[in-house]
């Protein structure tokens, strides 16, 4: 039996009871999440009991999403209502559905933007009052081998059953990507990934058929995008393709976007961009994820002149762009 599964033996899967275990040497040891492998059993149970405390912090936060078309899970991240979820489960913005408490609770959210990209989605609660939520990790918080818990409401909102609680590691991440082996089913889409302190990293976006195929939204796609996700339609791959073009394959690190590649006879081609560049800003807006440049080359028309900066052996250069039309993928 693999460690997670031993650990997920320990845990209480549907309506948790917290109980009051210690580690085998009778010390509140809570370092055990941190080690690369544990090492006995006491150390399971150190991490444990870690997470069941943090979910009684939490678990107030994730709530069931409804539509007529189906359910989904999503987690409350402020005071006033507002919800991260998928994109593939409010569809679209402005959409009202239903959103579901762990104590049966049911109020109206209003969709609003979010990225088919990534697959991140934001909902509103509508009703104003002030709601128990979760924190949101800082960027670049979480990385591979770290534990973590994934919270939903798999097949929907179920009072018999309550909340469904998977735990794991995650096992890859790539720019807007997590992937995890904590199980996802069903109806569990947009609910929260969260880490050994509570703080949400990723939210449920892709389920397969092997128990490791599991797949989360980054929460650094949320804060790279976040204004454009509160205050504009849903960025869908239809928009892509009907956008600008660019003409570059890049990759996403702490310096900036590293150009892999440029298409020939393309606008960067044209415009001297070269495998190398690093692209800092769009139109003066920092870029920090693939995703971003994605999002603000083509939530603009073919024909619409950009300013890009970006660095060439340490020296930094501005240069004016006129997007093209967008006949492959970027």
Request: hydrophobic share 40%; net charge negative.
């Amino acid at each position: 039996m693999g460690l997670s599964a031993m650990l997920f033996a320990y845990m209480v899967v549907a309506q948790v009871i917290v109980l009051p275990l210690f580690s085998e040497d009778g010390e509140n040891n809570f370092s055990a999440w941190e080690k690369e492998l544990p090492q006995s059993i006491g150390e399971l149970k150190d991490i444990q009991k870690q997470m069941q405390s943090v979910l009684q912090r939490v678990r107030n936060t994730v709530v069931s999403v409804e539509a007529e078309d189906g359910a989904g899970s999503g987690v409350l991240i402020s005071s006033d209502g507002l919800i991260l979820t998928a994109a593939h489960v409010i569809g679209e913005r402005g959409r009202k559905m239903q959103i579901v408490f762990p104590d049966g609770q049911k109020l109206e959210a209003l969709s609003l933007g979010g990225s088919e990209i990534s697959d991140a989605g934001i909902l509103k609660i509508i009703e104003p009052g002030e709601w128990e939520y979760a924190p949101m990790a800082l960027a670049n918080n979480s990385k591979v081998g770290d534990w973590c818990f994934a919270l939903g409401h798999p097949s929907g909102f179920d009072a018999d059953r309550g909340l469904v609680l998977r735990v794991g590691r995650i096992i890859e991440k790539k720019e807007e990507t997590l992937q995890t082996d904590c199980r996802l089913l069903g109806g569990d889409s947009g609910g929260p990934l969260f880490s050994v302190y509570g703080e949400v990293i990723g939210i449920h976006s892709r389920i397969s058929q092997s128990p490791e195929d599991n797949f989360h939204t980054t929460v650094e796609s949320f804060i790279s995008n976040w204004e454009y996700f509160l205050n504009e339609e849903l960025h869908t791959f239809g928009d892509m393709q009907k956008g600008g073009f660019l003409g570059v394959s890049c990759k996403q690190t702490t310096d900036g976007l590293h150009i892999l590649a440029v298409v020939p006879n393309s606008p960067a081609m044209n415009a001297n961009l070269q495998a190398g560049d690093v692209l800092k800003r769009v139109d003066g807006m920092p870029l920090d994820t693939r995703e971003k440049l994605m999002i603000l080359i083509s939530s603009k028309p073919p024909g619409s002149l950009v300013a890009i900066d970006y660095l060439r052996e340490e020296n930094e250069i501005s240069v004016q762009i006129t997007l093209g039309e967008r006949l492959v993928e970027e």
